[in-house]
Every structure is written in C-alpha cells, then in structure tokens.
C-alpha cells in the first residue's frame, strides 16, 4: 500500500502538500470549504487495493492538480431522484478530492463535537439543583 505523507499548518494556512511514500510524487491542495459531516453520511467505495472506506463529507470543496490541469473538487449530497450518472475514471477519487488527509476529518469531527455541545438546553437541570417556588 502507497502511503501519504502530509504536511500543513491547517486551519492556519489552507494548503496541504501531499508526498507520496514511494517515488517523489507531490500534490498540493488548496482547502476552499471543509464541509461537514451529515448524519446519513456516506462512505467510499472498498476497493481491491484498499479495504479502507473514508467518510464523504456534505459542501466540502478543495482544489488540486492532476495531469497538469487544475481541477475543483466539490461534495454535495443530492436526493437519490436527482442523482445523474458520472463516467468512470482512472484516478483515485479518494486521493483527488483528499478524503484521505486526516487533519480534515479531524477538524470536521471536531467541529461536529463543538456543534453537539453547543446545543444543551441550559434550561434542563438535575432535580436536586431545582429551587421549590
């Protein structure tokens, strides 16, 4: 299996350079929207050279290179009627579109954390902190 390696100062700066384990191949992408995580989320597909399945995020766009065209990558879940066929193509979507930069998934787990802490009705407390009026 080919690893990445990736180096960053995400959320500080929005550009994420990737270097492959094997060979001296470089990527570098650009983070436009880290988009979130929906609660139905999907999951890539397995494949043959890899079991390992990464989460889709929902309004996530990134920019990057591949054969020497700039190319935007963008992630928006549509209803099943909706959906339009797409051709098949030779490139790892998952190394295209980065979901396999893992800062991004954390900031994006994180992020959700903050979302679910953020929305504790203060109103509600334990019974033995509630005043007799």
Do not use: W
Request: net charge positive.
């Amino acid at each position: 299996m080919v690893a990445r390696v990736f180096c960053h100062d995400y959320p500080n700066n929005p550009y994420i350079d990737a270097l492959y384990s094997i060979g001296n191949v470089h990527s570098r992408y650009k983070v436009i929207a880290l988009g979130y995580y929906p609660q139905n989320i999907k999951y890539t597909q397995k494949s043959s050279s890899s079991i390992v399945q990464y989460q889709i995020p929902d309004g996530y766009i990134i920019e990057t290179e591949a054969a020497n065209k700039a190319i935007r990558c963008e992630t928006n879940y549509i209803p099943v009627n909706k959906r339009i066929s797409r051709e098949n193509s030779r490139l790892s979507g998952i190394h295209v579109f980065g979901l396999d930069i893992e800062i991004l998934h954390q900031a994006r787990t994180e992020e959700l954390t903050i979302a679910k802490t953020t929305n504790i009705d203060k109103r509600k407390r334990p019974l033995s902190e509630v005043s007799v009026s």
